[in-house]
Nanobody, 125 residues
């Protein structure tokens, strides 16, 4: 059974930082490209960042570029999202997802086969 479990969310003041983690089990995580999406109340789920299976390439939404950093440790079966310079508009539930091997476009939610339950990030002004 595949499981992706996010952690590290919380309440933080504007300008603060968090490190989100996504622990994977039940799949050979080293074969999967991984992504982070987020969903604010009343909004659609949107792409935030992604990393290829080898970690060789990373992708970011324009809204988070320069502030968020995605990384992975395949030995620990864990993907991270370092989020810095947080602003109230970053408030959302953050989801980790695993893309099926061979997937080319990591910007779209439909490219991902497995999803975690999400971790809440709330940024106060």
């Amino acid at each position: 059974q595949v499981q992706l479990v996010e952690s590290g969310g919380g309440l933080v003041e504007a300008g603060g930082s968090l490190r989100l983690s996504c622990a994977a089990s039940g799949l050979s995580v080293s074969a999967y490209s991984m992504g982070w999406f987020r969903q604010a109340p009343g909004e659609d789920r949107e792409f935030a960042a992604a990393i290829t299976w080898s970690g060789g390439r990373t992708y970011y939404a324009d809204s988070v570029k320069g502030r968020f950093t995605i990384s992975r440790d395949n030995a620990k079966k864990t993907v991270y999202l370092q989020v810095n310079s947080l602003a109230p508009e970053d408030t959302a539930v953050y989801y980790c997802a695993a893309a099926a091997p061979g997937t080319n476009n990591l910007y779209y939610a439909r490219s991902y086969a497995y999803w975690g339950q999400g971790t809440q990030v709330t940024v106060s002004s």
